[in-house]
Each structure stands twice: as structure tokens, then as C-alpha cells.
């Protein structure tokens, strides 16, 4: 059984998108399959919108009052009946063949644990702006920050380094049972913008030996509107970007038994002695280069300042690789 799970928080009509591309795919013949509305809004906000969907879609709807994504997402791995989880966002909507697509890849991969399906972004209300730069790779691309995950026209399996993207993600509930669920320290709450619970999950399953495959005909557009496309918002994202990228390599080495006072003024250290010549870069830089390049320069510096705040945060807690209930779930 397929259990397509959608984590919602207040979005309403962008939801009501997402539920519509979601009814419209074709649907392969005898698909068992089920979809998990997961309102993470105290109010049950997305209560009706479920209702409205309840004659073209297998629909059941699930609230979780404990803010942040991935307590959501959790609650979903809990909730569901399937034997595979496939997460959509609420703001994505699905191309028409993605249901196809989907049991494609799950009939036709056994040996992967989980399945990262494209996205790309839909600009609504803008074209993308002359200095994006979507390409992966270091602090400067806007993969992330965008959600372009595009690794090309031809599904394949995913190399060990290669990210993932949870906006349009697939995980065998084995997956889960063998690597735990999704750490509630690494989410957004509410417009505290924490980044890397999806990298983390895959750093994990890949550590275990569990390997993905990218499926690219399960593709999903993620609705980006014109308040996103300014250049204060992409320096706020790698900012946020850097934080999380610290505290991951932290978990790292505390899952490896080699976390210190030490390692923590090490990093700092490390990060502050690449912060200045960062800095000086895009100073003395900026006034001679093009657009694109000036971006980069001051990502790189915010990506360095929250590398740098996060350095002597507490050793992580690795009981949050297992929320509540999720063993055997």
C-alpha cells in the first residue's frame, strides 16, 4: 500500500492546488493507496479543505497539535497504513503522470529505500530572478533555497552524497524502523526558519546502507511566490542554511563518539579564521562583478556567520533520531 503523506500548516488555497494536481493524476490499475492530510495547526484549519476532497481522493485527515514539521511528519509515519510513505508539501503541485510514476519506480526498484521525485520551482507571480544560480554545490547555489532538485530527463539510483529533497520524497516504512523518523531539531516552527531534517534523514539512511533512487518522471512544481525572489530572503536562507550545516556536522561526529568542548572551539575557530577573507571578498568584490556573482559572495558570508553561531550550541541529543512511538510503527 502507498500512503501519500501531506503536511499542511495554514495554506489554505495553495493547499486546495496541491489536493487538485494530486486528483488529477492518472492512476494506474488496482493502486492501493491512501493519502494522510497532516494539519500541524492547533485551529484544524485544514479540516474542511479535506472534506471538499473526500469524493476524488482516498482522503483522511489528521491533525497534529505539536508544532513543527517533522513532529507532522512523524505523526504521518505513525498514522498511515502503507508500506511505503511517499511526503508531498502543501504548497507543490504533481505533474499528471506522478502517481504513474511513483508505482513505477516502486514495482521497478526494490532494492532502493527511498525515492527522491524532481522538483522544480513555480515562479506565480515573477520570472526567477537574473542572479539564481540553481546548480548544486557550496554555499552559493540556491538549490535549497528555491527547491531545485533536477538531476535529469532519466530515472537513477543516488549516489551516498547526493541530498534529498522532502517536498516530493518516498521512504519504505522499513526505512524508518531501521533508521528512525525525522529529528524535530532540524524543522521550520512557525516562521523559525531551521533547515536540514531532510539532509539529516538521508545522511542517516545512507550511513545504514539504505540507498535511494531518483525518480525523475515523478516531478512536482513548488509554488514560489514574488515574496521569495528577493535577495534578503535567499541571504536569510543560507544564514539559516549555515546553522544547520554546523549542527550536522555536529550530530556526525556525536553519532561517532568523537564530540568535545574541543571539536566545538575547533569549528569556531575553523570557521571564523574563513569568515574574514569571506568577508574581505565580498567588500572588495562586489563593486566589479555581475549580479549573479555579488549574490554568491554575500551567501557565502551569511552561510559562514550561521556556521559560526551555531558552534557552541549544546552536543545534539541523539534520542531525536526516534520520536515517540516510531519504533516498529
Not at 117 to 124: I, L, M, R, Y
Not at 127 to 132: D, K, L, T
Not at 148 to 163: C, K, M, Q, V
Amino acid at each position: 500500500m502507498l500512503s501519500v503523506v501531506i503536511t499542511t500548516f495554514r495554506r489554505g488555497e495553495i493547499l486546495r492546488r496541491t489536493l487538485r494536481s494530486l486528483a488529477g493524476c492518472s492512476r494506474p490499475a488496482g493502486l492501493d493507496w491512501e493519502v494522510i492530510l497532516l494539519d500541524n495547526s492547533a485551529g484544524r484549519e485544514a479540516e474542511p479543505i479535506a472534506r471538499e476532497f473526500a469524493a476524488e481522493l482516498p482522503i483522511r485527515y489528521v491533525c497534529e497539535t505539536a508544532p513543527g514539521v517533522s513532529n507532522a511528519r512523524n505523526r504521518g509515519i505513525a498514522e498511515s497504513r502503507g508500506d511505503v510513505l511517499w511526503f508531498v508539501d502543501d504548497d507543490v503541485e504533481l505533474a499528471a503522470g506522478w502517481l504513474q510514476a511513483v508505482e513505477a519506480a516502486l514495482r521497478e526498484r526494490p532494492e532502493a529505500g527511498f525515492f527522491q521525485g524532481k522538483v522544480a520551482p513555480n515562479w506565480v507571480d515573477c520570472p526567477p530572478p537574473a542572479w539564481v544560480n540553481p546548480g548544486f554545490g557550496g554555499p552559493e547555489s540556491h538549490a535549497g533555497t528555491y527547491l531545485y532538485f533536477d538531476l535529469g530527463p532519466a530515472s537513477r539510483p543516488l549516489a551516498p552524497t547526493e541530498p534529498i529533497i522532502s517536498a516530493n520524497l518516498g521512504v519504505r516504512r522499513e526505512v524508518f524502523r531501521k533508521v528512525g523518523g525525522f529529528r524535530t531539531d532540524l524543522c521550520p516552527i512557525g516562521k523559525q526558519h531551521r533547515l536540514g531534517g531532510d539532509t539529516e534523514f538521508g545522511d542517516r539512511a545512507n550511513s545504514a546502507g539504505v540507498r535511494g533512487a531518483y525518480v525523475a518522471e515523478a516531478a512536482a512544481l513548488h509554488y514560489t511566490p514574488a515574496a521569495r525572489a528577493s535577495i534578503r530572503f535567499a541571504l536569510r536562507w543560507s544564514y539559516h542554511h549555515g546553522r544547520a550545516s554546523q549542527q550536522l556536522k555536529a550530530i556526525r561526529w556525536t553519532r561517532a563518539g568523537r564530540y568535545s568542548a574541543l571539536f566545538a572551539l575547533s569549528e569556531l575557530a575553523k570557521n571564523g579564521l574563513r569568515f574574514v577573507p569571506e568577508l574581505a571578498a565580498a567588500v572588495l568584490g562586489s563593486p566589479f562583478v555581475g549580479v549573479k556573482r555579488r549574490v554568491g559572495f554575500w551567501m557565502r558570508v551569511t552561510y559562514r556567520w550561521g556556521r559560526i553561531t551555531k558552534c557552541l550550541a549544546k552536543r545534539p541529543d541523539l534520542a531525536l533520531d526516534w520520536p515517540e512511538g516510531l519504533r516498529g510503527g
